[in-house]
């Protein structure tokens, strides 16, 4: 199975400021996605990273606000711009080697807004 | 996209044999019914999925309904260790874009 390093880890960050979150694989994949999970909930897909191209964003999530970048099959970057306190989550890689294959995760980078 | 419907929590004691149970009544024919758990702190991790038939791995069974409306996954014997949250999810292969949606899952709690 597919081993996930994301950086930070976590990170207390000032509000109206930008963070860049990194995500390593350790062999190439097919898909690399990124997800949210506010405190007490649930998994939100934000997007899917695309190589290449520009990601695919899901319902309620806009490129400006998280930008991704994805240049090569296995690394990927999440900036979480002009942060609030709302956006106080834990942010996961993830990844899927091939097409019919289950999907691994990285811990996540748990990230407070102040 | 096709709906889960989990319980919210169930509680088992060390052990003993656990069956979580999915409803997924609006599933399709191409729909793989997958589970993940998330342990505490970590992200989520794969567990096992199937399409029609039973299926048995290191970690756990899937048993699945003749008319696939509903499936369950059996820990055969429960560990301290397999306290965390299930999730019963449906993915399509061929789909636009076949990517895992999260429901609220199952808070599964062991007691020694």
């Known amino acids: 199975s597919a081993v996930i390093s994301q950086k930070p880890s976590r990170d207390i960050c000032q509000r109206g400021t930008s963070l860049t979150i990194q995500c390593q694989v350790d062999?190439?994949?097919?898909?690399m996605f990124w997800y949210r999970q506010q405190p007490g909930q649930s998994l939100t897909l934000i997007a899917t990273a695309n190589q290449g191209s520009e990601a695919t964003y899901e319902s309620g999530f806009v490129i400006d606000k998280f930008p991704i970048s994805r240049p090569n099959l296995t690394f990927s970057t999440l900036t979480v711009s002009n942060m609030s306190p709302e956006d106080s989550s834990i942010y996961l890689c993830?990844?899927?080697?091939?097409?019919?294959?289950?999907?691994?995760f990285g811990d996540g980078t748990r990230l407070s807004i102040l | 996209d096709a709906k889960t419907t989990q319980p919210n929590s169930m509680e088992s004691n060390e052990e003993e044999p656990v069956h979580l149970p999915c409803n997924h009544s609006t599933i399709s024919g191409t729909d793989y019914i997958h589970w993940y758990r998330q342990l505490p702190s970590q992200g989520p991790e794969y567990v096992i999925h199937g399409l029609t038939s039973n299926v048995n791995n290191r970690m756990a069974s899937l048993a699945i309904a003749e008319d696939r409306k509903s499936s369950t996954l059996i820990l055969h014997r429960a560990t301290l260790r397999d306290a965390a949250v299930y999730y019963c999810i449906l993915r399509d292969p061929g789909g636009s874009q076949g990517n895992l949606i999260f429901g609220k899952g199952t808070k599964l709690s062991v007691k020694p």
């Open positions: 993830s990844v899927r080697p091939r097409d019919n294959q289950p999907q691994h």
């Open positions: 062999s190439q994949v097919t898909m």
